[in-house]
């Protein structure tokens, strides 16, 4: 049984149980079984450079501090560097896929109150505009060119005001200006939808630039971790 591997295995320990982690998941996690843990925290195995890479990351501690090295060498200052920026990564990963999604429901529900509210004005705008003609759904009806049945529909919110009769009542009534004002709210809404939709591509395309930093950044740390395997076992 090696000093060395006492050591390792009681600072896996050690860190393991820091941050409330069972041997099973530990293993889970480095792709290993409990025993192959237990037989680690008890020093009676020597882990590979690969085995150490997983575990250090898995447990978000700088090499020295897994070894027991007291020695602050350039491979574990950088190996700190890496893992406080992919700490910081995964915070921004979790923070930004939460606004997403809170913007993906907001543009949900203002999908359906958009076209909601569309719906109810522009059959609002008809009743008045019948009021101030003064005239019947009959002679709104000839004038339109459609049959007096789609308007009472309309109306009665049995069928909904469809584009086509909106443009008809704007092009054919005299007070047409006063119909069509209907769209600005409207406008107002798909700008506000569409500023939404805008700002979550934003993010989606923030949250995928993140995904990238954080493999490049986790192939970097391998790479490192092994050099410094390398670089020890040259200087033994």
């Known amino acids: ?55 250090a990351q898995t447990l978000r501690c700088d090499l020295s501090e897994l070894k027991g090295s007291n020695s602050s060498n350039d491979f574990c200052a950088l190996h700190h560097q890496i893992l406080e920026r992919l700490t910081t990564i995964e915070t921004q990963i979790e923070i930004t896929e939460t606004i997403i999604q809170a913007l993906e429901t907001d543009l949900s529900a ?38 007096v049945s789609l308007i009472s529909k309309s109306i009665s919110n049995d069928l909904p005001i469809s584009e086509n ?36 591509l934003n993010l989606i395309k923030l949250r995928d630039s993140l995904h990238e930093e954080k493999i490049t950044l986790t192939a970097s740390d391998e790479t490192l971790i092994k050099m410094s395997f390398d670089s020890e076992n040259s200087d033994n």
């Open 1 to 55: 049984m090696s000093p060395n591997n006492n050591i390792l295995g009681a600072n896996v320990r050690r860190l393991r149980k820091n941050r409330g982690m069972t041997q099973k998941g530990l293993g889970k996690a480095v792709f290993h079984e409990e025993t192959w843990i237990s037989k680690l925290e008890n020093g009676h195995l020597t882990p590979s450079p690969e085995d150490c890479l997983k575990l």
């Open 110 to 147: 203002l999908n359906k109150f958009s076209s909601f509210f569309a719906a109810s004005l522009k059959k609002h705008f008809l009743v008045i505009l019948l009021e101030k003609l003064r005239i019947s759904h009959t002679n709104l009806a000839e004038r339109l060119g459609v049959s």
């Open 165 to 200: 009769l909106a443009k008809k009542i704007s092009s054919r009534i005299e007070s047409f200006l006063f119909f069509k004002g209907f769209s600005t709210p409207k406008e107002f809404l798909d700008f506000y939808e569409k500023d939404l939709a805008e700002c979550r």
